[in-house]
């Protein structure tokens, strides 16, 4: 079969196309065939030399693909040949509260990943994917759209009127405005890109925020939501946008510190206690999270937001299609 691999990880040419033998499915495993897979911030970050402790060379990179089981090893109950499926981040995180040492399982980073025509992994480590969703629409749930599910649904109780602040428009951010907007929620969105912010508005933002033309866009939610701020920060930014993501949440309110996009900054802690918010860390989620998330997408026929498709031979223009910040949502790979 073929695959991508990764040996020494120096930057998106450190991708190789390669062959290996197609592997067989043991006991409690199944063969998938690969449709499609999708990219991740993470994916650029790990090609590039990123979390490098937590990654052993070489390895298959890419955390999100689906497709279709071809074969089943003996004892799988859960699985039949034929299923459409799309597998699970954290391999090991089924239900239930996330568990030191859960990054170890998790694909394309403490194990192989999905980059390939075929995959073998236990059955425990897949879920059915909606039949409205195509397999590239599929691809992109694992890792983006579990994340912004398990913060906004899980650990943030979105209820009908909260306020949400989304930022930027890459996957985590378009799943959690759509998220958001599933549950009657009002979205204030920002991007740096005035067109992105159209789109934005098209897809149901309330308000929209040009982040490098108002630098200050902290204080235009304030603004925005008559002083009192947001009850949700999808925090995409890390350290570089923390401070003002803790000045724009309401008294009472969660930033989900989900990236590390925007570098270094100064942190001063006393803002938050004042107001009793908090930050939460969020580390994708588990199957029991995704299956309840493709449940309520298929409910409310929400499809994910694709921006391109790059045939297998093109993974790195894909990667690099990605490095350009040029895209809104997510790009796959077909398979
Ligand atoms: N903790 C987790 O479980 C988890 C899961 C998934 C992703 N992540 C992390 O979340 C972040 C986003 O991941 P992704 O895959 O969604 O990335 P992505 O698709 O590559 O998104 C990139 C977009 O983020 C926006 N952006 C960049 N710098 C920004 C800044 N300073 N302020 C506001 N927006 C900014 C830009 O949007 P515009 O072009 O519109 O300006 C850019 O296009 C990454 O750091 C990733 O590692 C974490």
């Known amino acids: 079969m073929k695959l991508y691999e990764i040996s020494e990880a120096k930057g998106i040419e450190s991708l190789q196309l390669t062959e290996r033998p197609t592997p067989r499915p043991g006991p409690g495993e199944v063969l998938v065939r690969v449709r499609a897979t999708s990219l991740n911030y993470r994916d650029l970050a790990l090609c590039k030399g990123g979390l490098a402790r937590m990654v052993k060379l070489p390895m298959i990179p890419v955390s999100d693909g689906a497709g279709d089981v071809v074969e089943t090893g003996p004892g799988v109950m859960r699985l039949k040949t034929g299923d459409r499926v799309a597998a699970i981040f954290t391999q090991g995180w089924l239900s239930g509260p996330p568990y030191q040492g859960m990054y170890q399982s998790s694909l394309g980073g403490g194990i192989d990943g999905m980059l ?135 008294a009472g309110g969660i930033v989900h510190l989900i990236g590390i996009l925007a570098g270094a900054g100064q942190i001063d802690p006393m803002g938050l206690l004042f107001k009793q918010a908090r930050i939460q860390g969020i580390l994708v989620g588990s199957r029991e999270m995704f299956e309840a998330m493709n449940r309520a997408m298929a409910a409310n026929d929400v499809h994910p937001v694709i921006d391109r498709v790059f045939p297998f031979s093109e993974a790195r223009e894909a990667y690099r299609y990605l490095e350009s910040g040029a895209h809104f949502g997510k790009v796959c790979i077909a398979v």
């Open 116 to 250: 390939a025509e075929y995959v073998v992994l236990r059955e425990d480590g897949f879920v059915k994917i909606p039949d409205y969703m195509t397999y590239e629409e599929a691809a992109t749930l694992p890792c983006a759209a579990v994340t912004s599910w398990n913060a906004l649904v899980v650990e943030g109780r979105i209820k009908p009127g909260d306020t949400v602040l989304t930022m930027g428009t890459g996957g985590v951010s378009i799943f959690a405005l759509q998220f958001a907007r599933m549950y009657g929620a009002r979205v204030i969105a920002t991007s740096s890109s005035d067109a992105k912010l159209k789109r934005l508005r098209e897809m149901g933002a309330a308000h929209v925020i040009n982040y490098k033309s108002k630098p200050d866009w902290d204080k235009a939610v304030l603004e925005l939501t008559g002083g009192q701020g947001v009850d949700h920060v999808v925090e995409i930014g890390g350290a570089g946008t923390l401070p003002k993501s803790m000045n724009a949440v309401k």
